[in-house]
């Protein structure tokens, strides 16, 4: 707990003066755009610009998605724009909505694992984990070392491969097409591992109440050393490929800029807050799985802007890497991978939350349980879904162009937010 | 030429013209099939991938298909659009840029026009293309295409300047306007060549020519990733494919352009080899351009592009905006030293294009799944003993079955009557296989499942059965051991 308490400060500070997002008050009718005004300030809404030549503007309204190639997926913002200049911007969620949660009363805890794969369809392993996590919380299992050492192995290379999906994805955002596919062709080695492990690319439905589904097949953690280095090498690539380029620095330097007050005011987590200096990362600071087993660093940036958030990206990948380094070389040579979970799972009544560290930030599972099958209520923090409320502050007062930059630097996954 | 220009106008030489004319266009449209066929296969040589392959040898009629595909589709005219104007726009933008080749001199003696004020001609004739692309954008009645064409008519204000200018250096030197004496000029090797006195003019001339030409990274009007297409986005069919004709025409009259005023036109480089007629070199030189083009501009900077100070340069033409441009943004560009970032991405991505390539040939070769892979189940009815647990731990319920009693009247228990899964909404999670006591339901490592309905997604007992391929080996490795009692 001794990061927390480097926070601590600044979140009584926060409380004591609250930052122009986190005010309490209502609103009578539920009038959204009323609530964006007080919200962001006032900062909205500040009515045709004057300009010098006293020609008459007017704003424009414009739906940037639902289908829009850089919303990643069905998300839209509306933006109020004057000439390229964004006045207000009001994002809409709920698209993607399939009610994982509510579905999830209806289902034992085994066969709410595969849904759990398609909330964050990008880091399907670690969505696996916090929801096993929590129900081995309840059960208070012990969970056998091999099966921690793979559930960790998986998380890592995940985080790498959500990471590389992010870079790609991003870059094609900001307009440059080749970075996409370098990051696909060796995010595919990743995902051919998991294919070999358990038998899907995306959706891995891998791991278990318990332990994990599969062992790893023979060879595979050699493949895995062997990855390591071939993609220290590819990170080099990656940088000089673009971290350095003008243009790109030009374009996400100073943008989207946030202080770290702000940033825990609105509960931002993952590499939206470690960007403003703040270090806070769960793996470290409440260590699960086999995490303290391990030396890793959690980079922090300092100026909170997309620059930073980019650079923090790629050295997670590097310190992954570091993990990974470390899991394979202490890898226990056999073991169960099933610990001694109950046939039926029938957690005791009470509550319990798990909360882990995914690529984009904290995702927590919290369930109480009545005792069944089922779960009574299950919640999941989605970190995407909490990270994206600081959108519209972000976005008044940038360029069209900028909101790109702003919400692919946020790193959304659609299926998260919507769950 | 010079000898039908000096005739008065009449039937023959209006016939040599228009034969001319019709000859050059052919000459063009080959032209831009095969630098749109020619940009695709080097992008993907840079992204590890092939490139166009599949249409004709070597994918070579690509570009030929596509052509075909937008000529034979549907023709669809937003109703809200200005409809006149949104027919017209197209026309407006093509027209010029084909008709600004007529001042490009190929040969000493092969041109189409002698104009004396050749270099305005050009400019003038270019800038009408743009009123087509804001009329476009304007017509079509669509937020995104009324930016992309606005931000156009603000690049244009942007860039037209500096092009301009920085051909006024070479006016002054040669003393004409007129492109074929200017490449007369350049006579007597390299050295003569216009580019070395005038070097500077030259860089931004290659610059503001590919923002011209609204390439990556100057492609504000369409802005893939924000505008979605810019102006274009309501266009479909032959409408569309003339605005990517005119954009490609564009590019060989800009890289004939520069040939011409800064790259001795069809002078040859080296006196020794003044024995190669100039209609050879002229292409030659061309097609060294368009590849400078090509790689300098489009791929090359395929990293990130579209700078910011790209737009805030054009907005900030549209001088309303003006207050939001950051002198910061404007020292983007300028000088080498500040482009080291981007040559270094460059080397990364000329080494690309020889590393080994990724591109799967799937439907050819099929593609090899590991043992574990999850794909269509196989169901053995002859092993199921009807316990039903498939069923149940289905989280999307597809699995519907039925038994019968055991025909045998010895044996006690039941047999599978029917099974029934929904590959409509089956996620293949492998919780079947799981839990099956039996193992008569298993996974197998297909996973082609496409049909042309719904309904046969419905697969039964029989097709079930039948999916006997690739069985996979291992099926449910990881059954809870049991042991600790659920809360007991
Ligand atoms: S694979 Fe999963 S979804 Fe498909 S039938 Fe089996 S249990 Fe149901
Ligand atoms: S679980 Fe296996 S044995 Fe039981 S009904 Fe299903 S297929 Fe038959």
């Given at each position: 707990m001794a990061q927390l308490e480097?926070?601590?400060?600044?979140?009584?500070?926060?409380?004591?003066?609250?930052?122009?997002?986190?005010?309490?008050?209502?609103?009578?009718?539920?009038?959204?755009?009323?609530?964006?005004?007080?919200?962001?300030?006032?900062?909205?809404?500040?009515?045709?610009?004057?300009?010098?030549?006293?020609?008459?503007?007017?704003?424009?309204?414009?739906?940037?998605?639902?289908?829009?190639?850089?919303?990643?997926?069905?998300?839209?913002?509306?933006?109020?724009?004057?000439?390229?200049?964004?006045?207000?911007?009001?994002?809409?969620?709920?698209?993607?909505?399939?009610?994982?949660?509510?579905?999830?009363?209806?289902?034992?805890?085994?066969?709410?694992?595969?849904?759990?794969?398609?909330?964050?369809?990008?880091?399907?392993?670690?969505?696996?984990?916090?929801?096993?996590?929590?129900?081995?919380?309840?059960?208070?299992?012990?969970?056998?070392?091999?099966?921690?050492?793979?559930?960790?192995?998986?998380?890592?290379?995940?985080?790498?491969?959500?990471?590389?999906?992010?870079?790609?994805?991003?870059?094609?955002?900001?307009?440059?097409?080749?970075?996409?596919?370098?990051?696909?062709?060796?995010?595919?080695?990743?995902?051919?591992?998991?294919?070999?492990?358990?038998?899907?690319?995306?959706?891995?439905?891998?791991?278990?109440?318990?332990?994990?589904?599969?062992?790893?097949?023979?060879?595979?953690?050699?493949?895995?050393?062997?990855?390591?280095?071939?993609?220290?090498?590819?990170?080099?690539?990656?940088?000089?490929?673009?971290?350095?380029?003008?243009?790109?620095?030009?374009?996400?330097?100073?943008?989207?800029?946030?202080?770290?007050?702000?940033?825990?005011?609105?509960?931002?987590?993952?590499?939206?807050?470690?960007?403003?200096?703040?270090?806070?990362d769960l793996r470290k600071d409440q260590p699960y799985c086999i995490y303290d087993r391990f030396e890793f660093d959690v980079p922090v940036g300092k100026n909170g802007d997309c620059y930073d958030r980019y650079l923090l990206r790629l050295e997670e990948m590097r310190q992954s890497l570091r993990i990974l380094e470390q899991a394979v070389a202490q890898f226990?040579?056999?073991?169960?991978?099933?610990?001694?979970?109950?046939?039926?799972?029938?957690?005791?009544?009470?509550?319990?939350?798990?909360?882990?560290?995914?690529?984009?930030?904290?995702?927590?599972?919290?369930?109480?349980?009545?005792?069944?099958?089922?779960?009574?209520?299950?919640?999941?923090?989605?970190?995407?879904?909490?990270?994206?409320?600081?959108?519209?502050?972000?976005?008044?007062?940038?360029?069209?162009?900028?909101?790109?930059?702003?919400?692919?630097?946020?790193?959304?996954?659609?299926?998260?937010?919507?769950? | 030429m010079m000898h039908f220009l000096e005739q008065p106008f009449g039937w023959s030489n209006f016939f040599v013209f228009l034969l001319l004319g019709i000859v050059m266009l052919l000459i063009v449209l080959g032209f831009v099939t095969y630098a749109i066929y020619f940009e695709r296969k080097v992008i993907g040589w840079m992204q590890f991938r092939i490139g166009p392959n599949r249409t004709g040898p070597l994918g070579l009629l690509q570009s030929v298909a596509d052509v075909t595909k937008l000529l034979i589709k549907e023709d669809t005219i937003p109703r809200k659009a200005e409809r006149q104007l949104f027919i017209l726009a197209p026309v407006i933008t093509f027209i010029p840029s084909f008709a600004a080749i007529a001042v490009l001199p190929f040969a000493s003696n092969l041109f189409f026009a002698d104009l004396d004020v050749g270099i305005l001609?050009?400019?003038?004739?270019?800038?009408?293309?743009?009123?087509?692309?804001?009329?476009?954008?304007?017509?079509?009645?669509?937020?995104?295409?009324?930016?992309?064409?606005?931000?156009?008519?603000?690049?244009?204000?942007?860039?037209?300047?500096?092009?301009?200018?920085?051909?006024?250096?070479?006016?002054?030197?040669?003393?004409?306007?007129?492109?074929?004496l200017i490449v007369e000029g350049q006579a007597g090797g390299f050295w003569h060549w216009n580019f070395i006195p005038q070097i500077i003019g030259f860089v931004v001339f290659v610059i503001a020519g590919i923002s011209e030409l609204n390439r990556t990274p100057f492609d504000l009007p369409e802005a893939e990733s924000e505008l979605v297409a810019g102006y274009h986005v309501e266009y479909s069919g032959f409408r569309f494919a003339f605005f990517m004709l005119a954009e490609y025409v564009y590019v060989f009259a800009i890289a004939s352009l520069t040939t011409v005023l800064f790259l001795g036109g069809w002078q040859s480089p080296l006196p020794v080899l003044d024995f190669i007629p100039g209609i050879i070199l002229v292409p030659a030189q061309i097609f060294v351009h368009r590849l400078f083009l090509l790689l300098a501009a489009r791929d090359a900077a395929a990293h990130p592009d579209r700078p910011a100070h790209g737009s805030r340069l054009a907005g900030a033409a549209a001088a309303r905006d003006r207050q939001h441009f950051r002198q910061r943004d404007f020292n983007g560009i300028g000088g080498w030293g500040r482009m080291k970032g981007i040559m270094k991405g460059l080397g990364v991505t000329f080494k690309a294009m020889t590393a080994k390539k990724v591109t799967y040939a799937y439907p050819d070769v099929p593609l090899e799944m590991p043992d574990r892979f999850r794909g269509i189940q196989h169901f053995e009815p002859d092993k199921c003993i009807v316990c039903n647990m498939c069923a149940k731990i289905c989280p999307t319920e597809c699995i519907t079955l039925t038994g019968k009693p055991n025909p045998d009247p010895e044996k006690k228990g039941k047999v599978i009557d029917t099974y029934d899964i929904n590959f409509e909404i089956c996620i293949l999670c492998d919780l079947c296989t799981e839990v099956c006591p039996t193992e008569a339901i298993v996974m197998t490592n297909n996973f082609e499942l496409s049909t042309y309905s719904r309904d046969e997604l419905f697969k039964d007992m029989k097709w079930l059965t039948d999916n006997n391929e690739n069985v996979r080996k291992e099926n449910n490795s990881a059954a809870p051991k049991g042991g600790a009692k659920a809360n007991a």
């Amino acid at each position: 707990m001794a990061q927390l308490e480097r926070i601590e400060p600044i979140r009584e500070q926060a409380e004591a003066e609250p930052a122009a997002g986190s005010g309490q008050q209502t609103f009578a009718d539920g009038d959204i755009s009323a609530a964006y005004e007080a919200t962001a300030g006032g900062l909205l809404r500040a009515g045709p610009p004057e300009s010098g030549d006293g020609l008459r503007t007017e704003e424009l309204l414009l739906n940037v998605g639902p289908q829009h190639p850089s919303t990643h997926g069905v998300f839209r913002v509306i933006v109020k724009l004057d000439g390229e200049v964004i006045r207000e911007a009001i994002p809409v969620m709920g698209y993607l909505h399939r009610g994982t949660e509510k579905l999830a009363e209806n289902l034992n805890y085994t066969q709410i694992i595969p849904y759990t794969d398609r909330m964050d369809y990008v880091s399907a392993m670690t969505n696996n984990y916090v929801l096993v996590n929590a129900v081995e919380k309840m059960l208070q299992l012990e969970i056998p070392e091999r099966a921690q050492f793979l559930r960790l192995i998986v998380m890592e290379l995940q985080r790498i491969a959500s990471h590389m999906v992010w870079w790609g994805t991003y870059l094609l955002d900001i307009g440059a097409m080749s970075p996409f596919l370098f990051a696909f062709r060796d995010r595919e080695i990743i995902i051919n591992l998991f294919n070999e492990l358990c038998g899907a690319r995306l959706t891995y439905n891998y791991m278990r109440v318990g332990g994990v589904k599969w062992d790893a097949p023979p060879g595979w953690i050699d493949k895995v050393r062997e990855f390591i280095p071939y993609m220290r090498k590819k990170l080099d690539e990656y940088n000089n490929l673009v971290s350095g380029n003008e243009i790109f620095l030009a374009r996400i330097q100073g943008i989207g800029k946030y202080d770290a007050q702000t940033a825990i005011s609105y509960g931002l987590s993952g590499a939206n807050l470690r960007c403003t200096g703040v270090s806070w990362d769960l793996r470290k600071d409440q260590p699960y799985c086999i995490y303290d087993r391990f030396e890793f660093d959690v980079p922090v940036g300092k100026n909170g802007d997309c620059y930073d958030r980019y650079l923090l990206r790629l050295e997670e990948m590097r310190q992954s890497l570091r993990i990974l380094e470390q899991a394979v070389a202490q890898f226990p040579d056999g073991g169960d991978i099933m610990g001694k979970a109950p046939r039926v799972i029938r957690p005791p009544e009470g509550e319990a939350y798990a909360a882990i560290e995914s690529p984009r930030g904290e995702i927590g599972c919290y369930i109480i349980s009545r005792g069944k099958q089922e779960p009574f209520r299950l919640k999941f923090r989605r970190p995407s879904f909490v990270n994206l409320q600081i959108l519209p502050k972000l976005l008044v007062g940038e360029t069209m162009t900028n909101l790109i930059t702003i919400l692919g630097g946020i790193d959304i996954v659609v299926g998260e937010v919507d769950a | 030429m010079m000898h039908f220009l000096e005739q008065p106008f009449g039937w023959s030489n209006f016939f040599v013209f228009l034969l001319l004319g019709i000859v050059m266009l052919l000459i063009v449209l080959g032209f831009v099939t095969y630098a749109i066929y020619f940009e695709r296969k080097v992008i993907g040589w840079m992204q590890f991938r092939i490139g166009p392959n599949r249409t004709g040898p070597l994918g070579l009629l690509q570009s030929v298909a596509d052509v075909t595909k937008l000529l034979i589709k549907e023709d669809t005219i937003p109703r809200k659009a200005e409809r006149q104007l949104f027919i017209l726009a197209p026309v407006i933008t093509f027209i010029p840029s084909f008709a600004a080749i007529a001042v490009l001199p190929f040969a000493s003696n092969l041109f189409f026009a002698d104009l004396d004020v050749g270099i305005l001609y050009y400019v003038a004739l270019s800038g009408i293309s743009t009123i087509g692309i804001v009329l476009g954008g304007w017509a079509s009645n669509n937020k995104y295409a009324l930016l992309g064409g606005m931000r156009s008519a603000a690049q244009m204000i942007s860039y037209e300047v500096p092009l301009v200018i920085s051909v006024v250096g070479i006016v002054m030197m040669t003393g004409t306007l007129n492109l074929r004496l200017i490449v007369e000029g350049q006579a007597g090797g390299f050295w003569h060549w216009n580019f070395i006195p005038q070097i500077i003019g030259f860089v931004v001339f290659v610059i503001a020519g590919i923002s011209e030409l609204n390439r990556t990274p100057f492609d504000l009007p369409e802005a893939e990733s924000e505008l979605v297409a810019g102006y274009h986005v309501e266009y479909s069919g032959f409408r569309f494919a003339f605005f990517m004709l005119a954009e490609y025409v564009y590019v060989f009259a800009i890289a004939s352009l520069t040939t011409v005023l800064f790259l001795g036109g069809w002078q040859s480089p080296l006196p020794v080899l003044d024995f190669i007629p100039g209609i050879i070199l002229v292409p030659a030189q061309i097609f060294v351009h368009r590849l400078f083009l090509l790689l300098a501009a489009r791929d090359a900077a395929a990293h990130p592009d579209r700078p910011a100070h790209g737009s805030r340069l054009a907005g900030a033409a549209a001088a309303r905006d003006r207050q939001h441009f950051r002198q910061r943004d404007f020292n983007g560009i300028g000088g080498w030293g500040r482009m080291k970032g981007i040559m270094k991405g460059l080397g990364v991505t000329f080494k690309a294009m020889t590393a080994k390539k990724v591109t799967y040939a799937y439907p050819d070769v099929p593609l090899e799944m590991p043992d574990r892979f999850r794909g269509i189940q196989h169901f053995e009815p002859d092993k199921c003993i009807v316990c039903n647990m498939c069923a149940k731990i289905c989280p999307t319920e597809c699995i519907t079955l039925t038994g019968k009693p055991n025909p045998d009247p010895e044996k006690k228990g039941k047999v599978i009557d029917t099974y029934d899964i929904n590959f409509e909404i089956c996620i293949l999670c492998d919780l079947c296989t799981e839990v099956c006591p039996t193992e008569a339901i298993v996974m197998t490592n297909n996973f082609e499942l496409s049909t042309y309905s719904r309904d046969e997604l419905f697969k039964d007992m029989k097709w079930l059965t039948d999916n006997n391929e690739n069985v996979r080996k291992e099926n449910n490795s990881a059954a809870p051991k049991g042991g600790a009692k659920a809360n007991a």
